[in-house]
């Protein structure tokens, strides 16, 4: 999966997440982050997930993983800078995410799943990785978004992932709107 978002382009934003009034911290928090979860930011980008994530759970790991070397030297930088020493970065190919079968509590996958190929086998990767009962919070666009390169063809419905979840083994358990520009899902696996 190549990143829509042009990093060459040198242009940084504050939070990729187009316009939304809710901050990344708001958000997981509304995902249910717990300080006990072990969490895989998959598709993490520049870390405007990982790296709230790394403050809010300073006990166990998170894994930021993406197909990006420059994303993850970015995630790199920015924990180094925030002194955050419990984000491991590893990069993945396609629908190999590289972390050990049962091994994390918590997915999140932030305006990702849009990008996939074959969404049904990148669902099914991040059952395998998730304990039994773990959580995966997915967040995307519900509207174009030039800014991020987001299109009509690549927007999904609520309706075709809460399909996909359960074709995966998911139980879709809360859906939110935030602020009108994208949607969350809350799955927990079966």
């Known amino acids: 999966m190549e990143h829509k978002l042009n990093i060459e382009s040198g242009v940084t934003h504050q939070n990729d997440l187009t316009k939304l009034e809710a901050s990344p911290f708001e958000i997981l928090m509304k995902f249910g982050v717990s300080e006990e979860d072990v969490i895989a930011d998959i598709g993490c980008g520049r870390g405007n997930f990982t790296i709230p994530l790394g ?3 300073n006990r166990n790991k998170i894994y930021a993983l993406d197909n990006s070397e420059k994303m993850l030297d970015e995630v790199d930088k920015r924990a180094m800078l925030s002194e955050l020493n ?3 970065t590893i990069k993945t190919d396609h629908n190999d995410l590289k972390l050990e079968s049962s091994s994390i509590t918590f997915a999140l ?14 669902l099914d990767e991040i059952n395998r990785m998730l304990k039994r009962e773990g959580k995966l919070a997915l967040l995307n666009h519900s509207i174009q978004c030039e800014e991020h390169q987001i299109t009509a063809k690549d927007l999904i419905s609520i309706e075709v992932i809460k399909e996909l979840l359960a074709m995966t083994g998911f139980k879709v358990q809360e859906v939110f709107n935030f602020d009108g520009t994208s949607y969350g899902i809350l799955a927990t696996k079966l």
């Open 55 to 57: 403050k809010i759970i």
């Open 109 to 122: 996958a932030c305006n990702v799943i849009h990008e996939v190929e074959d969404k049904q086998a990148f």
């Open 86 to 88: 419990n984000i491991i």
